[in-house]
T-cell receptor, first 112, second 114 residues
Framework: QKEVEQDPGPLSVPEGAIVSLNCTYS??????FMWYRQYSRKGPELLMY????GNKEDGRFTAQVDKSSKYISLFIRDSQPSDSATYLCAILEAYNNNDMRFGAGTRLTVKP | DTAVSQTPKYLVTQMGNDKSIKCEQNLGHDTMYWYKQDSKKFLKIMFSYNNKELIINETVPNRFSPKSPDKAHLNLHINSLELGDSAVYFCASSQTPSGGGEQFFGPGTRLTVL
């Protein structure tokens, strides 16, 4: 079993839709939870990160963590064509020298 | 100003050759990483260095050898390249290995082995 599971998609939605991206993980030792956005032929850029269960909001983006279920989500409200990218979840075991694990990434296309 | 830079951006080479990829960060970070992104976009950590010392060494062939001449640089040397080495390799850095979560990535080096 992979340590981080993420549906690779692809996911295609119309402009203005609410997007839900999800990951599950297996190791409860992981402490920090991140979402990266990667545009085509670019390096991943950090979108949001959190270290606690619950919701964290930043503009149109909401990151949600449920540690009891080992489930993390990223919601995008009022999606825009510029949101079209691959979204990778990542989790980090902070007490093990920043050991980080990435999901496979979900490719999202927002159609005008 | 480029925070994490990698050279070359593209590398096409024959099987059996030896090649190096260079990475530099100007953020003053203590920790640097090499990741391999395969064709399915899955990012896997390969190595991590903290203050020039190896702290993470995942199961990668020993044909891959990281070298950190100083804490701002982490180079990746690959011997006897194989077809399966074709991938995008990302360098990254972070402030410390003790948590925080934010890693800054370079633009990636697309390696194609023919």
């Amino acid at each position: 079993q992979k340590e981080v599971e993420q549906d690779p998609g692809p996911l295609s939605v119309p402009e203005g839709a609410i997007v839900s991206l999800n990951c599950t993980y297996s190791n409860s030792a992981f402490q920090y939870f991140m979402w990266y956005r990667q545009y085509s032929r670019k390096g991943p850029e950090l979108l949001m990160y959190t270290y606690s269960s619950g919701n964290k909001e930043d503009g149109r983006f909401t990151a949600q963590v449920d540690k009891s279920s080992k489930y993390i989500s990223l919601f995008i409200r009022d999606s825009q064509p510029s949101d079209s990218a691959t979204y990778l979840c990542a989790i980090l075991e902070a007490y093990n020298n920043n050991d980080m694990r990435f999901g496979a990434g979900t490719r999202l296309t927002v159609k005008p | 100003d480029t925070a994490v830079s990698q050279t070359p951006k593209y590398l096409v080479t024959q099987m059996g050759n030896d090649k190096s990829i260079k990475c530099e960060q100007n953020l003053g970070h203590d920790t640097m990483y090499w990741y391999k992104q395969d064709s399915k976009k899955f990012l896997k950590i390969m190595f991590s260095y903290n203050n020039k010392e190896l702290i993470i060494n995942e199961t990668v062939p020993n044909r891959f050898s990281p070298k950190s001449p100083d804490k701002a640089h982490l180079n990746l040397h690959i011997n006897s390249l194989e077809l399966g080495d074709s991938a995008v390799y990302f360098c990254a850095s972070s402030q410390t290995p003790s948590g925080g979560g934010e890693q800054f990535f370079g633009p990636g080096t697309r390696l194609t082995v023919l």
